[in-house]
């Protein structure tokens, strides 16, 4: 099969992520690639369109990176026939105006207001999401009804939502309103864990949001816990550690979770009071996870030959160009392997890619094998054909 095509780039729109990322995305003449139609593919940040000198109306070479995601290679410059204008990334948010301001020594240029409507919708989504709150009902025309309308401010105003609210909303009614509510009310009796891992919390998905809920028994603690105390923790790094300590400090998030917990206690359910029984369901599984063998061949469901990555434990650092954190950590346990935050004797190889920091060092220090993105690609290419 053919994992790469030349199309025309018709134009490059922005979005914006859940923590005000805002991410470009280039709109293509739709082309077949691996048996699918490809007409979308992220271009990531503004370096990668300055890098790659990525131009509106090009002709574009476009390939599924791992067989999988579709991301722009280069641009055909033989064939530009005219003189196409330099893309400016924008300076400002485009759904709020708001300024926008690039992570200091990093890559992402943010929309720096958390009230943003669009962060607000993408923040609710993820909340509602099945990885998250598992809400189920609350769909992206729902949520975006729900914002635009002024119901929903943040996902804490989920909680506030009556039938009397939303049965009047586009494609709703008197029964679709209720069983919604009864999906929020459900979502109440998430643990701790699942809420942790909800927030929109940069560097935290469900996986540290159990290793988090493992060493803290409640919001109130993580809110003492310095990053020190934090980054001690296995598998939580620097990087992660000082994410966590921000949210628990920035002012907007400590208003959203005194919020939450609030809504949470005021529909009759306290978060303080099943936090321990959490902790201790989410530690008895990390000591489950923690007695299975790294090496062991029965540690993937699948064999090897559908698992290139079976029986590797790896460790993703620094910015990659091709993928964002949360895809290739995906395609990497989509393939068999298992992605961890902290380097050790154990660790089979680090992916390393721009600005790769501590972890780096340390797998030197250890003897841990480097790979760049490109290698990484070749390997997993190279086992599966």
């Given at each position: 099969e053919k994992y790469e095509a030349t199309t025309r780039l018709k134009e490059i729109r922005v979005q914006v992520g859940k923590t005000g990322t805002i991410t470009p995305v280039a709109e293509l003449e739709p082309v077949e690639i691996a048996g699918t139609t490809v007409s979308r593919a992220s271009l990531h940040n503004a370096e990668e369109i300055e890098r790659k000198d990525i131009r509106v109306g090009d002709t574009v070479v476009v390939e599924k990176a791992g067989k999988i995601i579709p991301h722009v290679v280069r641009v055909e410059k033989h064939l530009r026939t005219s003189e196409l204008p330099q893309y400016v990334f924008p300076s400002h948010c485009p759904e709020c105006r708001s300024d926008l301001s690039k992570d200091e020594g990093g890559v992402y240029i943010r929309c720096t207001n958390p009230f943003c409507p669009a962060q607000v919708k993408e923040r609710v989504r993820f909340f509602a999401s099945r990885g998250a709150m598992d809400i189920q009902g609350l769909g992206d025309k729902l949520i975006d009804q729900l914002v635009d309308s002024g119901l929903v401010k943040s996902f804490t105003d989920l909680y506030r939502l009556r039938s009397e609210d939303v049965k009047n909303l586009e494609r709703m009614g008197q029964k679709s309103a209720?069983?919604?509510?009864?999906?929020?009310?459900?979502?109440?009796?998430?643990?701790?864990?699942?809420?942790?891992?909800?927030?929109?919390?940069?560097?935290?998905?469900?996986?540290?949001?159990k290793i988090l809920a493992a060493n803290f028994c409640s919001f109130s603690d993580l809110k003492r816990a310095t990053a020190d105390q934090l980054s001690a923790i296995d598998e939580i790094g620097p990087i992660i550690a000082q994410s966590v300590y921000d949210f628990f400090h920035e002012e907007h998030s400590v208003r959203l979770i005194n919020d939450l917990e609030s809504v949470l206690e005021d529909r009759g359910q306290r978060t303080e009071n099943r936090i321990e029984e959490n902790r201790r369901q989410t530690a008895d599984e990390r000591n489950l996870f923690s007695d299975i063998d790294d090496d062991s061949p029965n540690s993937s469901p699948l064999s090897p030959v559908l698992c290139p990555l079976s029986s590797n434990t790896?460790?993703?650092?620094g910015t990659l160009e091709k993928f964002k954190r949360h895809e290739i950590e995906e395609l990497i346990e989509r393939l068999g392997g298992k992605c961890t935050s902290s380097v050790s004797s154990k660790t089979s190889f680090v992916l390393a890619g721009a600005e790769a920091g501590s972890k780096l060092d340390k797998a030197k220090q250890l003897g841990v094998r480097v790979v760049s993105e490109d290698e990484f690609l070749e390997m997993i290419q190279s086992s599966e054909s």
């Open positions: 209720e069983k919604l509510i009864a999906q929020i009310e459900k979502s109440k009796g998430n643990p701790f864990s699942k809420i942790l891992a909800a927030l929109s919390i940069r560097h935290v998905g469900s996986k540290t949001a790896i460790v993703v650092t």
